[in-house]
């Protein structure tokens, strides 16, 4: 990964955990945010990476039977288990 894209995703990661050291009442919403940007933005790099076609009805990562919302799912919980954005 680029160096720029690096910092931004660490930038975004934190940005969520500047949130989680102070949450309020609408953190749950700007937590989500943050996070579907993230993941965007990882989704992207991926594409652009593997140079795999952008499509929502055909999973990027060639997983049949799981859809994209899915497999980000599992993505992100496996690196809340790790503890590697932390």
């Known amino acids: 990964m680029a ?9 975004l990661v934190s ?4 949130e989680f050291s ?3 009442n609408d953190s749950n919403h700007l937590l989500r945010a943050i996070l579907y940007q993230l ?12 140079q795999v076609q952008s499509d ?17 799912t599992i993505l ?3 690196m809340i288990s790790n503890k590697k954005w932390l």
């Open 22 to 24: 102070k949450l309020q």
């Open 39 to 50: 993941l965007v933005f990882l989704n992207r790099y991926y594409l652009t990476t593997y």
């Open 3 to 11: 160096t720029g894209d690096y910092q931004q995703t660490l930038k």
């Open 76 to 78: 992100v919980k496996q």
């Open 15 to 18: 940005k969520m955990k500047e």
């Open 56 to 72: 929502t009805h055909v999973h990027a990562r060639g997983t049949p039977g799981l859809s994209q919302n899915t497999c980000d």
